[in-house]
C-alpha cells in the first residue's frame, strides 16, 4: 500500500516514513503543497498525511484541490487544536485530524482504522495480527493474548509491545523507543522503557528473569525475539 506524507518538516517526514516503511507501506514524501498536488495527480495514494501549514500552498487549499479529482483518505496533521479548524479541515474533505506532536502509534493506529472505514481492510489485514510464538497480538482491537489467555496491558505497554513485535529480531535503543512510543515531545527519560519493558515481562513471560521474548542486547537496547 502506497502513502504520500506531506510536511514541511523534514525530521518529522523522516521519522513517519521510516517507522511507515517498517510496517510494509510504501511511502513517497513532499515538502510543499505544489509538491503534494503533483504526486497526488501522477501517482495512486491509498492514503495522505498531510500538514496544514505548508508552503507555497496550504494544506487545507491542497486537500480542497485533490477532493477534484480523487477520493483518497486524508489524514491531517497540525500544530493547532481548536475545534474550528478540525471543523474546517473536514469541510475541505480530511476524513481525520491528527495534532502535533503525536504518538507515531496513534498515528499507526489511525492510519489502519481509516484504511479500514475506506474499505481497505483486506489489504490491511496483514497489519492488523501478528503472532510471535505462543504471543498473539491483535493491532485493531488492541488486544494480546499469550497461549490464548488475554493479557491486560495499559495503552503505553501496549505501544511498546507492538513496537517490538511487528519488528521482532530488530534491536531499538532506549532513546528510539521512548522518541517511537512516547512522542519526540514527552519530557521523561529513558528509564520510561525500563520500567515498562519489567511490566511487559512480568505480563508475557513464564519467567520474567529469564526472558525468552523481550530479549536485552546488553550496551544498545532491546528486541522482541524472532
Not at 506531506?6 to 518529522?12: H, I, S
Not at 513517497?28 to 498525511?49: N, S, V
Amino acid at each position: 500500500m502506497r502513502i504520500l506524507v506531506v510536511d514541511d518538516e523534514k525530521l518529522l517526514v523522516k521519522g513517519i516514513k521510516f517507522n511507515l516503511e517498517n510496517e510494509g507501506y510504501t511511502v513517497e514524501t513532499a515538502f510543499d503543497g505544489e509538491e503534494a498536488l503533483r504526486l497526488a495527480r501522477e501517482m495512486q495514494f491509498d492514503l495522505i498525511i498531510l500538514d496544514l501549514m505548508l508552503p507555497k500552498i496550504d494544506g487545507l487549499e491542497v486537500c480542497r484541490r485533490i477532493r477534484e479529482f480523487i477520493n483518497t483518505p486524508v489524514i491531517m496533521l497540525t500544530a493547532k487544536g481548536e475545534d474550528t479548524d478540525k471543523l474546517i479541515g473536514f469541510e475541505y474533505g480530511a476524513d481525520d485530524y491528527i495534532t502535533k506532536p503525536f504518538n507515531i502509534m496513534e498515528l499507526k493506529a489511525r492510519i489502519r482504522a481509516i484504511l479500514r472505514r475506506a474499505g481497505s481492510a483486506d489489504r490491511a489485514e496483514q497489519n492488523r495480527r501478528v503472532k510471535v510464538g505462543t504471543i498473539e497480538l491483535d493491532g485493531f482491537e488492541r488486544n494480546v493474548y499469550v497461549d490464548g489467555r488475554h493479557v491486560v496491558l495499559t495503552a503505553k505497554e501496549f505501544d511498546l509491545l507492538e513496537m517490538l513485535m511487528r519488528n521482532a529480531g530488530r534491536v531499538y535503543s532506549r532513546e528510539n523507543l521512548l522518541n517511537i512510543v512516547w512522542g519526540y515531545e514527552y519530557p521523561g527519560d529513558i528509564r520510561t522503557v525500563d520500567v515498562h519493558i519489567r511490566h511487559l515481562r512480568e505480563k508475557i513471560e513464564k519467567n520474567p528473569a529469564e526472558p525468552e521474548y523481550i530479549i536485552t542486547k546488553w550496551g544498545v537496547g532491546y528486541y522482541f525475539k524472532q
